[in-house]
C-alpha cells in the first residue's frame, strides 16, 4: 500500500486547507485511516481518525468542530477539511492506514502504512 498526502501549504490564521490522501496498491476500504501530524519539537499526534464504514471517527480535542476527517472508498481517498485554522495547527501531517477491523486506534505505533507527509503551515 502506498499513500500519498498533498494538499498542505500556507494560510493565514482563520483560513481552510483540505488535505487529501490518495491509496495505492489496493483498496483500502476496511482500513482505519487516520491523520497524524507533528509539530517541531513536539511528539507526532493523531489529529482524527476514521473506521472503514465511515460510522465511527476519532477528533482530538483541539481539533473539533473545526477539521472533518472524510473518505472515499470508491475513489481510495481520504481527506480533511481544516477550518478556522490556528497558528498551533502548523506541522507535518501524515496520512496512515491501520489493518485493524476493529475500533479507531489513536497510537502511531498501531498503524500500517504511512504517507510521506504534508506540510502545513499557520501564520499568525
Known amino acids: 500500500v502506498q499513500l500519498q498526502a498533498s494538499g498542505g501549504g500556507l494560510v493565514q490564521a482563520g483560513g481552510s486547507l483540505r488535505l487529501s490522501c490518495a491509496a495505492s496498491?489496493?483498496?483500502?476500504?476496511?482500513?482505519?485511516m487516520g491523520w497524524f501530524r507533528q509539530a517541531p519539537g513536539k511528539e507526532r499526534e493523531c489529529v482524527s481518525a476514521?473506521?472503514?464504514?465511515?460510522?465511527?471517527?476519532y477528533y482530538v480535542d483541539s481539533v473539533k468542530g473545526r477539521f472533518t476527517i472524510s473518505r472515499d472508498n470508491a475513489k481510495n481517498t481520504l481527506y480533511l477539511q481544516m477550518n478556522s485554522l490556528k497558528f498551533e495547527d502548523t506541522a507535518i501531517y501524515y496520512c496512515?492506514?491501520?489493518?485493524?477491523?476493529?475500533?479507531?486506534?489513536?497510537?502511531?505505533?498501531?498503524?500500517?502504512?504511512w504517507g510521506q507527509g504534508t506540510e502545513v503551515t499557520v501564520s499568525s
Open positions: 476514521i473506521r472503514w464504514g465511515g460510522t465511527s471517527t
Open positions: 496498491g489496493r483498496a483500502l476500504t476496511t482500513y482505519v
Open positions: 496512515a492506514a491501520d489493518r485493524n477491523l476493529g475500533n479507531v486506534r489513536t497510537t502511531s505505533d498501531d498503524y500500517d502504512y
